[in-house]
């Protein structure tokens, strides 16, 4: 037993080590070099919040202390994010993305236009749960109780069809009764807000954290 726990010291200071090693491999990769993040939206969505929050921790604690871009790509439900990194960002190590929780859903049923593998993905790092919620104009909407909402149909605006903005509230209508009208093909969850000032649309099924983090003065 004695000369095992030898050797094991001996393994466990030589993949220390190792570690080190790699350590200082990456740094010297990363050093004065950039990274670029896709996000599915734009700087004011939600997805664009998380990665301004997280963009001084990797700039930080990443080996070499890179600096970080965001590359800002709404489009197809976040499809337009997703299938550029997937087909054609290059694979160094300089290009990742931040992705709509709907892309395993939309590889699932089978959307056109999906042109990647989730699972192929390398998952990094969550910044935290996004969750979603149904908010409406008041003075617009002709509904604003569920109760309404199952009696009168009611305009929700969406980035696309493979975006939570239009895979929720499509849900909802199907299982619970709800008359959501869905108008796709804003630019970004910004164009959505607009459109619901301008009284296009009534509504929109989104992140609770695009209201908190900017659209205060709504609340």
């Given at each position: 037993?004695?000369n095992?726990a030898?050797?094991?010291?001996?393994?466990?200071?030589?993949?220390?080590?190792?570690?080190?090693?790699?350590?200082?491999?990456?740094?010297?990769?990363?050093?004065?070099?950039t990274?670029?993040?896709?996000?599915?939206?734009?700087?004011?969505?939600?997805?664009?919040?998380h990665?301004?929050?997280?963009?001084?921790?990797?700039?930080?604690?990443m080996?070499?202390?890179?600096?970080?871009?965001?590359?800002?790509?709404?489009?197809?439900?976040?499809?337009?994010?997703?299938?550029?990194?997937?087909?054609?960002?290059?694979?160094?190590?300089?290009?990742?993305?931040?992705?709509?929780?709907?892309?395993?859903?939309?590889?699932?049923?089978?959307?056109?236009?999906?042109?990647?593998?989730?699972a192929?993905?390398?998952?990094?790092?969550?910044?935290?749960?996004?969750?979603?919620?149904?908010?409406?104009?008041?003075?617009?909407?002709?509904?604003v109780?569920?109760?309404?909402?199952?009696k009168?149909?009611?305009?929700?605006?969406?980035?696309?069809?493979?975006?939570?903005?239009?895979?929720?509230?499509?849900?909802?209508?199907?299982?619970?009764?709800?008359?959501?009208?869905?108008?796709?093909?804003?630019?970004?969850?910004?164009?959505?807000?607009?459109a619901?000032?301008?009284?296009?649309?009534?509504?929109?099924?989104?992140?609770?954290?695009?209201?908190?983090?900017?659209?205060?003065?709504?609340?």
């Amino acid at each position: 037993m004695k000369n095992w726990a030898k050797d094991t010291g001996m393994l466990v200071a030589g993949a220390a080590v190792m570690l080190l090693g790699a350590a200082d491999v990456a740094a010297q990769f990363y050093k004065d070099k950039t990274i670029q993040i896709a996000i599915p939206g734009g700087p004011r969505g939600s997805y664009g919040f998380h990665v301004q929050v997280l963009e001084k921790y990797l700039t930080r604690h990443m080996p070499g202390n890179p600096a970080v871009d965001p590359v800002y790509m709404p489009g197809a439900g976040g499809l337009k994010a997703a299938n550029y990194l997937y087909n054609v960002a290059p694979k160094e190590g300089l290009f990742i993305g931040s992705l709509l929780k709907t892309i395993t859903m939309n590889e699932a049923v089978k959307r056109p236009g999906v042109k990647y593998k989730s699972a192929k993905f390398g998952w990094i790092i969550s910044t935290g749960p996004v969750d979603s919620v149904l908010a409406v104009w008041t003075a617009h909407s002709p509904a604003v109780t569920f109760e309404e909402m199952t009696k009168k149909e009611v305009i929700l605006g969406s980035t696309g069809k493979g975006s939570v903005t239009f895979f929720e509230p499509t849900i909802m209508n199907d299982l619970l009764g709800t008359k959501f009208k869905i108008i796709t093909g804003y630019n970004g969850l910004e164009g959505v807000h607009l459109a619901m000032e301008r009284g296009e649309v009534h509504g929109r099924h989104a992140s609770w954290e695009s209201l908190k983090c900017c659209r205060r003065d709504w609340l």
